[in-house]
C-alpha cells in the first residue's frame, strides 16, 4: 500500500510524472538495441519504488535483478525468482504461487527468465499465469506496476499458435488492469511487433532512437492520427538520439517532450563491458525471502488439486471464464492452423493444375476440332435417319426411290437427281413427287438444286 507522500518524478525541467498516475496507466518504452529503453525502464521502476508502489517485471534478458544494487548507498529490496543467482528458483509450475507470497509480503518482485532451464515456452506460460492471478488476487492489496521486456513475444502483432494465451491475458491487463490496481509498461525494440490492440491502449510513450524505415513511418502515422503539433520534429530526430534520449508523450498532451532519463540510482549491466563486477550496495531481502519460502512450502504442501479446488471456490466465475477464454483462445489457434494448411494445399492443387492444363493445351485444341466434327455427324446420321425412318416408308414406287437418292447425296439438280432413279426428265410423276415432298417440307430449292432439309 502507498503509505509515503507522494514525490513527482521529475524527468526534466519540464517533464514531471505524477507516479500513481504513471503506475496505474499503460505505458511503453520502445527504440533499438542499445537505445536506453531497459535504463529508462529501471529508472522508472526505481522511481515507483522510491514511492513505495511495488513492482513486478518479467525480464527474459536477466538485467532486473540489478535494482537490488545500489551505486552509492544500497540498491531496492527486490526478490529476484529465477536467473543464475536469484533468491528462489522459478518453474513454470511455482511462478504463480511466488507471485502470490510476493503480493502477501508486498515486495518488489523479478521474475528472471534469463535462464537456461526455461524455454520459450516456459516463458509464456509464466507469464500468462502470473498476469492472471494478479489480475485476479492483486486489487485487494494495492497498487502495483507490472514491467514486460521484450513484449512482442507475449503480445506480437501476428499471434502464432502457443501465443493465443499469454496474449489474450496481456490483452485483459491492458483493458482491465486499472480494475484490479495494476498498471503496466511495455519495452520493445519494435513498435510495428507489438500488438497494436494492446499498443493503442497505452496513455504514455517513451520514444527512444528509431532507425527502421518501417518503425518510424508506423510511428509517424500514429503521431498523425492523434494531432500531435510536433511530429515531424519528432519523427526526423528519432533516428539521431543519443543514447538515454527520448521524447516523452503523456496522455491529454499534444507534444511530445525530447529529454535525456536522469541518472538512475542503481547499477546498469554496462554493454561493452558485461562481465563488470558491479561493486555496490546490494540490499538485503533475506528476511522477505524466508518469509515467501515459508509461505511458498505451506502452499507446495497443499496438493494441487486441492490448490485448483480452493482457487475456484474463491473465483468460481473468473476461473469459468478464464478456462472459457483459454479455450477459445485454443481453438482459434487451431482453427487458424487448419486454414493455413487447407490454403496451402488449395495453392498446390491450384498450380498443379496450371502445369497440367499447359501441357494439355496444344492438344486441346485439336481434340475440341474432332469432337465438334464427331457432333455435327452425329446431328446429321440422326437427321437422315429421321427421315428415312418416319418419312420414307410413306412413299413407294419412283416417289420413294427419288427421296431415298436425296437421302444419300443431300443436295441434287433435276438432270442428276432423274438420271440416278431412271425417272425421265421431262415425267409428271417427277414433278408429283418433288411437289409432294415440298408441301411436306422435306426438301427446299437453292437455284437450280434440290436439297434434303434437316428435320
Ligand atoms: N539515460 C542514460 N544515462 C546514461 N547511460 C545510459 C542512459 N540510457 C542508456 N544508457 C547506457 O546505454 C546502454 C544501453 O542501454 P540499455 O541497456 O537501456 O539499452 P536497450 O535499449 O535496453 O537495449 P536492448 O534493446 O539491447 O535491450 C547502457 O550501457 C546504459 O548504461
Ligand atoms: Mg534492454
Known sequence: ?????????????????????????????????????????????????????????????????????????????VVVAGGDDGDIPLTPENADDIVRAAMRENVSLI????????????????????????????????????????????????????????????????????????GYTLINQRAEEVNKAVLELCDCLFLHRQKGRHSITALGKWLDVTDTSNAKEVTNSLPSLDQGECWVWMQGSHKPMRLKMPEKRTVHPDRKNPLAVHKGISADVGPFVERMKLLLDKIVKIPVDRRERRSEELNPTHHKRD????????????????????????????????????????????????????????????????IRRIWLPKFSGKAAELLEALIAHRKLDRAKWCKLTGTVYTSSTFDRSVSEFKRLKLISKQGNEFILNDL
Not at 500513481?20 to 542499445?34: K, T, V
Request: glycine letters at 6%; charged letters at 30%.
Open 323 to 386: 478456462q472459457e477464454v483459454e479455450d477459445l483462445m485454443n481453438e482459434c489457434d487451431n482453427l487458424r492452423s487448419k486454414l493455413q494448411l487447407e490454403q496451402s494445399v488449395r495453392i498446390a492443387l491450384e498450380n498443379k493444375l496450371s502445369s497440367v492444363r499447359e501441357m494439355l493445351a496444344p492438344d486441346f485444341d485439336k481434340m475440341k476440332k474432332i469432337f465438334d466434327e464427331i457432333s455435327v455427324n452425329n446431328e446429321s446420321v440422326s437427321d437422315d435417319s429421321n
Open 1 to 77: 500500500m502507498v503509505t509515503k507522500s507522494i514525490v513527482i518524478m521529475r524527468l526534466s525541467k519540464d517533464v514531471n510524472i505524477d507516479p500513481i498516475e504513471f503506475a496505474s496507466q499503460g505505458n511503453a518504452i520502445l527504440g533499438i538495441r542499445d537505445s536506453g529503453k531497459s535504463y529508462t525502464a529501471t529508472y522508472m521502476a526505481e522511481q515507483l519504488m522510491e514511492n513505495q508502489i511495488p513492482i513486478i517485471a518479467f525480464d527474459p534478458i536477466g538485467i532486473w535483478k540489478n535494482l537490488k544494487i545500489g551505486k552509492k548507498g544500497k540498491g531496492f529490496p
Open 111 to 182: 521474475i528472471d527468465l534469463y535462464s537456461i532451464g526455461l524455454s520459450k515456452n516456459d516463458w509464456k506460460r509464466i507469464v500468462e499465469k502470473c498476469i492472471r492471478l494478479l489480475l485476479y488476487e492483486n486489487k485487494d492489496c494495492g497498487l502495483r506496476h507490472i514491467f514486460i521486456e521484450e513484449a512482442a513475444e507475449f503480445c506480437p502483432q501476428k499471434i502464432n499458435p502457443g501465443q493465443g494465451a499469454v496474449y489474450a491475458e496481456i490483452e485483459k491487463l491492458a483493458r482491465m488492469g486499472g480494475n484490479a490496481s495494476l
